[in-house]
Antibody, heavy 118, light 108 residues
Framework: EVQLLESGGGLVQPGGSLRLSCVAS????????MSWVRQAPGKGLERVSG????????YYADSVKGRFTISRDNSKNTLSLQMSSLRAEDTAVYYC???????????WGQGTLVTVSS | EIVLTQSPGTLCLSPGERATLSCRAS???????LGWYQQKPGQAPRLLIY???SRATGIPDRFSGSGSGTDFTLTISRLEPEDFAVYYC?????????FGGGTKVEIK
């Protein structure tokens, strides 16, 4: 059974930093592109970042470019998202997702809530 | 960037009725890389359809997808109580990967 388990969300002040992690199981993690998708309260879905299987290529939405860094450790089946200079508009549920360009988003984690507020 | 426009915004139907959801792309979606997702309150989205018309694992056959190029449709042949949810289309063929704004299917 495929499982994606996120952690690291919480309340952070504007300008602060947070690191999200996602531990994957049930599939060959090192073979797949992974993504982070977020959903602001009551809003739609936005892919904020993605990384190819061997970390050779990364993607960032314009809204987070220069502030967020995606990484993965294939030896530990772990995907990470380092978020800095956080803004109120970054408040959202962040989902770890298996999939990317050319591949549907077929498995989603349960999500972790990030709240940016003073 | 490919912009996906979903219509209608809200669909009010009764259980047993047929639901037809539309997703229109601002430019052609390459290789038919169009997916549909269902999201219920408090839950993560779930993949229903990929490649415009292929059902994902475990998805009932009352869900079907069709279309190509810029016009795509998700059809639910007979609505079950558990189908009332928000549905999103997504193109995963060209970066940036984008989602439509969603269609809410609610009970009439």
């Amino acid at each position: 059974e495929v499982q994606l388990l996120e952690s690291g969300g919480g309340l952070v002040q504007p300008g602060g930093s947070l690191r999200l992690s996602c531990v994957a199981s049930g599939f060959t993690f090192r073979s797949y592109t992974m993504s982070w998708v977020r959903q602001a309260p009551g809003k739609g879905l936005e892919r904020v970042s993605g990384i190819t299987s061997s970390s050779g290529s990364t993607y960032y939405a314009d809204s987070v470019k220069g502030r967020f860094t995606i990484s993965r450790d294939n030896s530990k089946n772990t995907l990470s998202l380092q978020m800095s200079s956080l803004r109120a508009e970054d408040t959202a549920v962040y989902y770890c997702v298996k999939g990317g360009t050319g591949a549907p988003f077929d498995y989603w984690g349960q999500g972790t809530l990030v709240t940016v507020s003073s | 960037e490919i912009v996906l426009t979903q219509s209608p915004g809200t669909l009010c139907l009764s259980p047993g009725e047929r639901a037809t959801l539309s997703c229109r792309a601002s430019q052609s979606v390459g290789s038919g890389y169009l997916g549909w997702y269902q999201q219920k309150p408090g839950q993560a989205p779930r993949l229903l359809i990929y490649g415009a018309s292929s059902r994902a694992t475990g998805i009932p056959d009352r869900f079907s997808g069709s279309g190509s190029g810029t016009d795509f449709t998700l059809t639910i042949s007979r609505l079950e109580p558990e189908d009332f949810a928000v549905y999103y289309c997504q193109q995963y063929g060209s970066s940036p990967l984008t989602f439509g704004g969603g269609t809410k299917v609610e009970i009439k």
